[in-house]
């Protein structure tokens, strides 16, 4: 059977009856692939405008709505300090939780912890957006008001490590360990690790996305460029319009 303008748009209407459309639109790169030896214009038929407009016509039918995760807000922040209170124990980034996933090469040094007047920094080695493997400098500020960073990063550092803030009396935990996150026991934490305990604080619609999307609000809320990363809904797009002057170029950048 040759692969035809008509004959793609039949598959496509008969499949996106079965399974999602967007799978749907997967298949037919798949077919081009495997068929285009055979059939020299396949690619040219599976663009046309029939087969095109077909796939946009079963997405709209059979589409189903994207379930996105709410941004984490000030005030969920506020939620997990208060607890913090009268904690030491903490962690953040975290190793996957398949071991044969795992790489050290990836994980924050203690060492690489930097003091500035403004804040504080760190050095991650890598991650999925470091298409050069380069790593990069994360740089803290110091904020006014509740959800400041920095003291809850030197009341972790001090349970860790005396040395790292230059203090000569502290109950260190583990001075010696070169990792910059860990647990209580010692150990870099999982993912599985920190989503259990942000489940106890969140409802479900509140997760790993959301730390992202809860920054690019903030941004935007408080008047950064809107060329970083943005979910533009009206509530984004009403915050970036009526938001204060714009955040200092290299705050932008490190923030996103």
Known sequence: MEPTEETLSFFVVYMCSHISPDSVDSYLSGICNQLEDHFPDIRKNRNSRLVSKTLAGCKRLRGSAKKRKQPLTIHHLITVINWLQERVSRGELTYPDKKELRNTCQVSQRDSVSWCPTGYGYFLPGHKADAFFEGNTLIIEKLNGPTDPHKPFCDYLRSCDYRALNITTCD???????????????????????????????????????????????????????????????????????????????????AR
Do not use: C, D
């Not at 479900?204 to 992202?212: E, F, P």
């Not at 460029?225 to 533009?232: D, E, F, Q, S, T």
């Not at 509530?235 to 200092?248: D, E, T, V, Y």
């Open 172 to 254: 260190a935990l583990f001075p010696y360990h070169p990792q910059l996150w860990l647990r209580a026991n010692g150990t870099v934490p999982t993912r599985s690790w920190f989503m259990k305990r942000l489940r106890k604080f969140f409802p479900v619609n509140i997760a790993g996305q959301s730390m992202r999307a809860g920054g690019a609000t903030r941004l935007a809320e408080s008047g950064a460029m809107p060329h970083i990363y943005i979910r533009k809904n009206p509530i984004l797009l009403q915050g970036m319009i009526h938001s204060r002057p714009a955040f200092n170029e290299p705050s932008t950048a490190i």
